[in-house]
């Protein structure tokens, strides 16, 4: 049975196909399972790159995360091996992993980070406070402040885990795992035996850097990429994690100095609404107080009082960072 439509039959991938569309449509037989299977992998592993588009909307995304409000906090996490993210996820190869919907290059969930993330709080952290549920059943605080509960979504946000653009080649692999008794593990009664016929599934695993973020108050945004960078480091992030797979070494990324002089010097009382927030929301300790009084001095101090005495936010933000 064929898995494609005739106007398709032709169809093979080329340099910056996108890598998710091929595994849910490339498909060419359905009834030849393994083989045709096999064809669709290796037919994509052998002409996968990076979609240029993808460099440029990663620079985008990388400058606007770090504008983010008030404290994002930024890392590289390197694979020590192999990673397989989404393996259990609906698909027509019945195993999966998941690609950026868009580019269809490895990304890891932000939902599966804070997932990690919570789970080793609560198995790590010694104090109560950061236990998922204490002994007369209530939520540890901490824990419900940085990862929230049924009423509130906590205080940090995960964002996804980009991967990180570098050379030409997508960096997927083809990888296998044995049932060596199918008859046993589906339930049919039948003991596993020496003659059992094992079947050997491939998967498509992932490897190289990715880029973490998270964004809350600035204490808990450290909190919260603390933990994460022990979890991936001691759990791993994925499936088959008992198997090795999904560690990952974790680096703190230095956050370039945001260059505010330029966007003060362009201020105006037509904009100030939007830009003062801007600029302070990169800035953070004597840097951000700096900018603060050249406001002060571009805008005057009389107008920023009284538009603060009008309740206006950003002339109250501006007077707060100050230290006025």
């Given at each position: 049975?064929?898995?494609?439509?005739?106007?398709?039959?032709?169809?093979?991938?080329?340099?910056?196909?996108?890598?998710?569309?091929?595994?849910?449509?490339?498909?060419?037989?359905?009834?030849?399972?393994?083989?045709?299977?096999?064809?669709?992998y290796d037919d994509l592993l052998g002409a996968?790159?990076?979609?240029?588009?993808?460099?440029?909307?990663?620079?985008?995304?990388?400058?606007?995360?770090?504008?983010?409000?008030?404290?994002?906090?930024?890392?590289?996490?390197?694979?020590?091996?192999?990673?397989?993210?989404?393996?259990?996820?609906?698909?027509?190869?019945?195993?999966?992993?998941?690609?950026?919907?868009?580019?269809?290059?490895?990304?890891?969930?932000?939902?599966?980070?804070?997932?990690?993330?919570?789970?080793?709080?609560?198995?790590?952290?010694?104090?109560?406070?950061?236990?998922?549920?204490?002994?007369?059943?209530?939520?540890?605080?901490?824990?419900?402040?940085?990862?929230?509960?049924?009423?509130?979504?906590?205080?940090?946000?995960?964002?996804?885990?980009?991967?990180?653009?570098?050379?030409?080649?997508?960096?997927?692999?083809?990888?296998?795992?044995?049932?060596?008794?199918?008859?046993?593990?589906?339930?049919?009664?039948?003991?596993?035996?020496?003659?059992?016929?094992?079947?050997?599934?491939?998967?498509?695993?992932?490897?190289?850097?990715?880029?973490?973020?998270?964004?809350?108050?600035?204490?808990?945004?450290?909190?919260?990429?603390?933990?994460?960078?022990?979890?991936?480091?001691?759990?791993?992030?994925?499936?088959?994690?008992?198997?090795?797979?999904?560690?990952?070494?974790?680096?703190?990324?230095p956050v370039p100095r945001f260059i505010w002089?330029?966007?003060?010097?362009?201020?105006?009382?037509?904009?100030?609404?939007?830009?003062?927030?801007?600029?302070?929301?990169?800035?953070?300790?004597?840097?951000?107080?700096?900018?603060?009084?050249?406001?002060?001095?571009?805008?005057?101090?009389?107008?920023?009082?009284?538009?603060?005495?009008?309740?206006?936010?950003?002339?109250?933000?501006?007077?707060?960072?100050?230290?006025?």
């Open positions: 049975m064929n898995g494609r439509r005739e106007i398709l039959e032709s169809l093979t991938p080329a340099p910056g196909t996108h890598a998710g569309l091929w595994l849910d449509q490339g498909l060419a037989d359905l009834i030849e399972g393994g083989p045709a299977k096999q064809r669709l996968a790159t990076v979609p240029e588009d993808y460099r440029r909307f990663y620079q985008r995304w990388l400058q606007s995360i770090q504008a983010l409000e008030p404290c994002t906090r930024l890392a590289e996490a390197t694979t020590l091996g192999r990673m397989v993210v989404g393996l259990g996820a609906e698909s027509i190869l019945e195993i999966s992993i998941t690609l950026h919907r868009t580019y269809g290059v490895p990304i890891i969930p932000g939902s599966a980070l804070k997932g990690l993330a919570a789970a080793a709080a609560h198995k790590h952290l010694e104090h109560p406070d950061w236990l998922k549920i204490r002994e007369d059943g209530t939520m540890g605080p901490s824990h419900r402040i940085l990862f929230g509960d049924t009423e509130s979504s906590g205080y940090v946000t995960f964002h996804d885990a980009l991967w990180i653009p570098e050379g030409e080649r997508l960096f997927l692999d083809l990888d296998v795992m044995t049932v060596h008794h199918p008859g046993y593990y589906q339930q049919e009664g039948l003991p596993p035996a020496d003659w059992d016929n094992p079947t050997p599934v491939a998967f498509l695993s992932a490897r190289g850097r990715f880029l973490l973020a998270v964004t809350g108050p600035e204490e808990w945004a450290k909190a919260a990429m603390d933990i994460l960078t022990e979890a991936l480091d001691q759990d791993g992030i994925g499936a088959k994690t008992a198997a090795g797979y999904g560690r990952m070494s974790v680096a703190p990324k002089e330029p966007s003060v010097a362009a201020l105006h009382l037509g904009n100030v609404g939007s830009e003062v927030p801007r600029i302070l929301g990169q800035l953070t300790g004597e840097e951000r107080r700096r900018a603060a009084l050249a406001i002060i001095e571009k805008l005057t101090r009389n107008v920023v009082r009284r538009r603060a005495a009008e309740d206006k936010n950003w002339a109250k933000r501006v007077l707060e960072a100050e230290g006025t």
